[in-house]
């Protein structure tokens, strides 16, 4: 089983009350500096939960002798605020932040349900960074990153090869 970090998140947007009710808009885009969804959607929606499945990984040796591809996702938790209202802006924030913690407690809580998978959700350490002001097209919010190791086959395939 292979991890989709699109299906996953988006399911925890649609599935979480707060983000649900706010309407926050789950949808992909490739890092910070290319928010092709959001910028997309930025005249019919008001919140979104990007995430960005565009990752840079390395392929590791596990102590027990298997091999794993560790990849890291970032998910963008944003929303819109009224250009120069920053009491709006704060408020937003503080729900962005509600909605990540809330998140982190799925995430740990998930995290011994994926291992039946050989899935593991690295719930030891999740950083997150806030946006600061008028940020990302007039949103706050943040965004934060999770780390998942998933099973790799390694084996050598004479068949691959002209030798």
């Known amino acids: 089983m ?15 009350k707060k983000s649900k009710d706010n309407g926050y808009y789950p949808c992909k885009v490739s890092g910070l500096a290319n928010m092709e969804e959001v910028i997309n959607a930025f005249q019919s929606q008001k919140a979104y939960f990007a995430i960005d499945d565009t ?19 970032i998910v963008f938790i944003l929303r819109k605020f009224a250009l120069n209202n920053m009491d709006q802006q704060k408020e937003y924030l503080k729900e962005c932040r509600q909605i990540y913690k809330s998140i982190c407690k799925k995430l740990i809580k998930d995290k011994s349900k994926l ?10 350490r999740i950083p997150f960074y806030e946006i600061e002001g008028y940020g990302i097209a007039g949103c706050t919010g943040l965004y934060f990153i ?15 090869w002209y030798e």
């Open 2 to 16: 292979n991890f989709d970090a699109f299906d996953y998140f988006s399911s925890l947007c649609n599935k979480l």
């Open 55 to 73: 990752n840079d990984g390395q392929t590791f040796k596990a102590s027990g002798g298997g091999y794993f591809d560790k990849k890291q996702y």
């Open 115 to 124: 291992v039946n998978n050989m899935i593991y959700l690295n719930t030891d």
């Open 146 to 160: 999770i780390t998942v190791d998933e099973p790799t086959n390694l084996c050598y395939d004479a068949d691959e």
